[in-house]
């Protein structure tokens, strides 16, 4: 399978705790993204990388979350101290050209 | 916020015509409509996108009215398997080439045997 894989798909953790999601994009892909998906909702930007630089950030993106893509390849997503509001669905996204996104299945987060 | 706007919710019988309307009237000159769809537990999938004229694609047919404050996506012949949210996006970032879509809430489609 050459689609984008994420990784967990399923995550249950106690608040306060850190926790992190891994996405590996299509290998010839150069840009990568991260949204976030609550209930009933559209998914929410998140993050960008083209190669390895970060060159975009949400507002939703508080200072607890972190995104890494070293040397432009797989992408890791941490959320420090979790939250009750942060359950939701995180999804990947990778593509060659900037709206032509190719989508994981999404990591979904359970803070209890 | 998204700059589109699409009703809830539609029904479509199976093996018809599956017409989803999008309003997208702010909509500036250099601005493409994509449109994505999301199937039940799996991450949205890209279907189609144009500018002014009318696209084809194998999976659906997109058509642009002549001033592009609307647009319509065709699925021509609706199964069982296109059930799922479709979201109208337009091309939002205030620096272009990035990429960051914004969704909206999109129309829940449903195809009924």
């Known amino acids: 399978d050459t689609g984008v894989s994420q990784d967990p798909r399923h995550k249950i953790t106690k608040r306060g705790q850190n926790v992190t999601f891994r996405c590996d994009p299509i290998?010839?892909?150069?840009?990568l993204y991260w949204y976030r998906q609550t209930l009933g909702q559209g998914p929410e930007f998140l993050t960008y990388?083209?190669?390895?630089?970060?060159?975009?950030k949400s507002r939703l993106l508080s200072d607890r979350f972190s995104a890494e893509r070293p040397k432009g390849s797989f992408s890791t997503l941490e959320i420090q101290r979790t939250e009750q509001g942060d359950s939701a669905m995180y999804l990947c996204?990778?593509?060659?050209?900037?709206?032509?996104?190719?989508f994981g299945p999404g990591t979904r987060l359970t803070v209890t | 916020d998204a700059k589109t706007t699409q009703p809830p919710s539609m029904d479509c019988a199976e093996g018809r015509a599956a017409n989803l309307p999008c309003n997208h009237s702010t909509i500036s000159g250099n601005e493409y409509v994509y449109w994505y769809r999301q199937i039940h537990s799996q991450g949205p999938q890209y279907i189609i996108h144009g500018l002014k004229n009318n696209e084809t694609n194998e999976m659906a047919s997109l058509i642009i009215t002549e001033d592009r404050k609307s647009s319509t996506l065709i699925l021509p012949h609706a199964t069982l398997r296109d059930t799922a949210v479709y979201y109208c996006i337009v091309n939002s970032s205030p620096r272009g080439s990035q990429g960051n879509l914004i969704f909206g809430k999109g129309t829940k489609l449903s195809v009924k045997p």
């Open positions: 290998s010839e892909h150069n840009r």
């Open positions: 990388f083209q190669n390895e630089a970060q060159l975009e």
């Open positions: 996204a990778s593509s060659s050209r900037a709206y032509e996104q190719y």
